[in-house]
């Protein structure tokens, strides 16, 4: 079994910046894919960002591009999610989720970290 435990949420006023991490324990050699997701208040769960474990295949959603940048160190077992110029409307809580092979999706999340920006 693989466990995702997600850290460094909080309150951060609009502009400001924060960096999730999600470390990954278990049967950690099982790892395809990696991604950030999040689900703001009343919202349906949107993609944010996602990568190979290798770390290529960078992809994020267009309403972070250019301000959240994805990362992972693989010697630490922990994914990461740098956000700059946070706004309001990216409020939301935030999951890691894990791919543990190309002909799955995600099927391993965390259990989440609240992150509100204030206006």
């Known amino acids: 079994q693989v466990q995702l435990v997600e850290s460094g949420g909080g309150l951060v006023q609009a502009g400001g910046s924060l960096r999730l991490s999600c470390t990954v324990s278990?049967?950690?050699?099982?790892?395809?894919?990696m991604g950030w997701f999040r689900r703001a208040p009343g919202k349906e769960r949107e993609f944010v960002a996602s990568l190979n474990w290798s770390g290529d295949s960078i992809v994020y959603a267009d309403s972070v591009k250019g301000r959240f940048t994805i990362s992972r160190d693989a010697a630490k077992n922990t994914l990461y999610l740098q956000m700059n110029s946070l706004k309001p409307e990216d409020t939301a809580d935030y999951y890691c989720?894990?791919?543990?092979?190309?002909?799955?999706?995600?099927?391993?999340w965390g259990q989440g970290t609240p992150v509100t920006v204030s206006s």
């Open positions: 989720a894990l791919s543990p092979r190309i002909t799955l999706g995600f099927n391993t």
């Open positions: 278990g049967r950690t050699f099982s790892i395809y894919r």
